[in-house]
C-alpha cells in the first residue's frame, strides 16, 4: 500500500441531516484505527447539510464531501458514487443518523488481515433514541467469533440483513462487480444476499460494530423507509426486492437456500406488517392483500410450517381475504391470545381457527389449531382472549373498563369468574377484584375501575409506561393474560398529586397503538420538582446504588 492511502474507507451518507452528520463523523475521527478515508456522500440535501459537510471536511484531511448533482431517493446512489472515488482496500458504510463504535474499525480490520475474507461482520446495537437503552440486533448470530465459508453453513444469517455491520474487501466487491440497486428501497436485503452467497470466506465478531440510532415515536412522515409501513408503495419495493433475491438465487446456483430465505421474509419482513394490520381500514387491507398474496404464493411450503401457528393463520387469512378476521387474528401477535371462536370438525376430529370449518385443503392445513391441545393443556398456558370493549372516565383519575373475556376451549367453569386487574408502576402492585359474568358459553364480561389516583408509586415518582394484566385462577392454577384495548380512542389524562412528599404526576390512559395492541398507562412527574428528581431517580434506580435508595426511604418513611 502506497503511502498516505488509507486502510479503510468508510462512507457516511447523509440527506437533510445537518444536525446529526457531526455526531457520525465525529464517531468515525474517534476511531482506534486512525488510517481511514471518510467520504460524506450527500443526497443531494437542501438545507444546511452541503456547508456542515464542508466545514467537516476542512477541520480533518480524511474527510471527502462528494454531492450527488440531483436527489436520488434512497441510499443506494449515495453509496455506489463514494464507492467510485473511495481510495481503501477496505469499505464501509454509515448512515448519518448513527454511528460507529470507537473500536469498530480496528476490530473488523483485525479480523481481515488475520485471514483472507471476503468481508467481515460484528454486532450492531440498537439505540433507542427515547430512552437511551441498548439491545444487539440478532444476538445469536453475532454471539461468538466464527470464521464460514459460505451462508450454507449458516442460512440463519439471512435475517442480519445490514450492510452497515459489515467490512468488506474491496477487491471482492469489484470482482462480483457488486453495486447497490438503485431507485428502490430494501436495497440492503438483495446487496447483503448476493454477498452472503458470492463470498467464499467471511467472519463474524461478537464485538459492537454499530449503533444504529431508533426512534419509536417518531413522526411517520419522518420516520425511517423501514417505519413508514402504512405506506403501500412501501409494501410494494418490499416485495420486489424478495423478488429479486429469488431471481439472484436461482441464477447463481443458491436455489437450495430459497426456504430459508422464505422463512427469513416470512418471519421477519411480513411479521413486521402483520402487528400493524388491526389498525389499518379496508381499502388499505384488500390492497396490501392485492400485493403479498401473489408473491405469498410462491414461497415454499416448508417455510411457512416453521412458523409459530398464530403466523400461519395470519397468513392464510390474507391469501383468503378474509380481512374482518384477519384483524381479530393481528391481535396480540406473540402474546398467546386466543381467537374469538374455534370450530372442531367431527368428521375428522380436528379444530380450526374460526367460526367454520375451512373449505379448502390449504386453509385447513394453515387454520387447523387442533396441535395446540386447547382444552387439554394446563391452565396457566390456556389460550384465553381479553378485549376491553368500552372505556369511561371515571371520578377524579379513574377509568371504567368494560373487559369481554374469550374462553374459546371452554376451559372456565359454568357461572361468574372471579377475576383481578393487575398493574405495577415501580416495583409497587396495584390489583382490583372484579367478575365477569357469563354471556354465553365461552364469553365472559365485566366492569371494573381503575383509580390510578391509588397506584403506590416509589418515593422519587416514577416515569414509564405499564400495561393491565388480568389473573384468573381455575383448579389452583393462576392464569395471566394482556388486555388488549379498542385499535383508537381518546386518551384520558389527568393530573394526580399522590401522597404528601410525592411530585404529581400526569397520568395518560392510552391505546398502544401498534402490536400488541394492549391498554397502555403512562406517568410522568411534573413541576418544577420533577426535573430535579428524575435524574436522581435514574441515578438511584442504578445497581450499585439500590442499597442507598432503600435506605432514603426508610429514613423519609
Not at 441531516?17 to 464517531?27: G, N
Not at 459460505?150 to 445490514?162: K, M, Q, T
Not at 415454499?300 to 416453521?306: E, I
Not at 428528581?533 to 434506580?541: D, E, I, K, S, V
Amino acid at each position: 500500500m502506497s503511502a498516505g492511502t488509507p486502510d479503510v474507507s468508510v462512507t457516511v451518507i447523509v440527506y437533510n441531516d445537518a444536525a446529526r452528520l457531526p455526531r457520525a463523523v465525529e464517531s468515525l475521527r474517534r476511531q482506534t484505527h486512525s488510517a481511514i478515508e471518510i467520504v460524506i456522500s450527500d443526497d443531494h440535501s437542501t438545507d444546511a447539510t452541503p456547508d456542515v459537510a464542508r466545514e467537516l471536511a476542512a477541520r480533518d484531511p480524511r474527510i471527502v464531501y462528494l454531492r450527488l448533482g440531483e436527489n436520488s431517493g434512497g441510499c443506494s446512489a449515495p453509496r455506489n458514487r463514494a464507492l467510485d472515488v473511495a481510495r481503501a482496500p477496505y469499505l464501509m458504510f454509515l448512515d448519518s443518523d448513527d454511528e460507529l463504535p470507537e473500536r469498530a474499525v480496528e476490530v473488523l480490520l483485525a479480523a481481515h488481515r488475520a485471514r483472507d475474507l471476503d468481508f467481515a461482520m460484528g454486532a450492531v446495537q440498537r439505540v433507542r433514541v427515547d430512552n437511551g437503552h441498548r439491545t444487539t440486533w440478532m444476538p445469536r448470530l453475532v454471539a461468538e467469533r466464527r470464521t464460514l465459508d459460505g451462508i450454507e453453513a449458516d442460512p440463519r444469517l439471512f435475517f442480519e440483513h445490514l450492510a452497515t455491520s459489515k467490512m468488506y474487501a474491496r477487491a471482492f466487491l469489484d470482482r462480483h462487480g457488486l453495486r447497490f440497486p438503485e431507485g428502490i428501497h430494501y436495497e440492503d436485503q438483495l446487496f447483503s444476499a448476493q454477498a452472503y452467497c458470492l463470498a467464499r470466506r467471511f467472519t463474524i465478531v461478537p464485538d459492537p460494530v454499530y449503533l444504529w440510532y431508533v426512534e419509536p415515536y417518531a413522526d411517520a412522515r419522518t420516520a425511517s423507509i423501514s417505519n413508514q409501513r402504512h405506506r403501500l408503495d412501501n409494501v410494494r419495493d418490499r416485495v420486489h426486492v424478495q423478488r429479486l433475491i429469488d431471481a439472484f438465487l436461482s441464477e447463481s446456483g443458491h436455489e437450495a437456500l430459497r426456504e430459508d430465505k422464505d422463512f427469513k421474509f416470512l418471519k421477519h419482513d411480513f411479521r413486521m406488517y402483520a402487528g400493524d394490520l388491526p389498525y389499518r381500514d379496508e381499502g388499505w387491507l384488500s390492497s396490501f392483500a392485492d400485493i403479498v398474496v401473489p408473491y405469498l404464493d410462491t414461497l415454499s411450503p416448508g417455510a411457512y410450517a416453521r412458523l409459530p401457528r398464530a403466523e400461519r393463520v395470519v397468513l392464510q387469512l390474507v391469501r383468503d381475504r378474509r380481512l374482518s378476521d384477519l384483524r381479530h387474528a393481528a391481535r396480540g401477535l406473540g402474546q398467546a391470545v386466543a381467537p374469538r371462536r374455534i370450530t372442531p370438525d367431527p368428521a375428522d376430529g380436528r379444530t380450526y381457527w374460526g367460526e367454520h370449518v375451512p373449505d379448502t385443503g390449504r386453509a385447513r392445513r394453515e387454520l387447523d389449531l387442533t396441535d395446540l391441545e386447547l382444552d387439554t393443556r394446563p391452565f396457566f398456558t390456556a389460550l384465553l382472549r381479553h378485549e376491553i370493549t368500552g372505556i369511561e372516565r371515571g371520578p377524579g383519575a379513574s377509568v371504567d373498563l368494560t373487559v369481554r373475556t374469550y374462553d374459546p376451549a371452554l376451559r372456565l367453569p359454568v357461572g361468574p369468574q372471579r377475576a383481578t386487574l393487575h398493574l405495577s408502576p415501580g416495583r409497587r402492585r396495584l390489583t382490583v377484584a372484579f367478575r365477569l359474568s357469563p354471556v354465553r358459553p365461552g364469553v365472559f364480561e365485566g366492569r371494573v375501575r381503575l383509580d390510578l389516583a391509588s397506584a403506590r408509586l416509589p418515593l422519587h415518582g416514577f416515569e414509564g409506561v405499564r400495561h393491565p394484566v388480568l389473573r384468573l385462577r381455575h383448579q389452583g392454577q393462576t392464569h395471566t393474560g394482556i388486555l388488549l384495548a379498542p385499535p383508537s380512542f381518546p386518551s384520558l389524562t389527568a393530573r394526580v398529586p399522590y401522597r404528601a412528599g410525592l411530585v404529581p404526576h400526569r397520568v395518560t390512559v392510552e391505546p398502544e397503538g401498534h402490536d400488541p395492541g394492549r391498554l397502555q398507562v403512562r406517568w410522568q412527574p411534573v413541576g418544577p420538582t420533577a426535573v430535579v428528581l428524575a435524574p436522581a431517580a435514574r441515578h438511584l434506580a442504578g445497581p450499585r446504588l439500590r442499597q442507598a435508595r432503600k435506605l432514603a426511604t426508610a429514613v423519609l418513611h
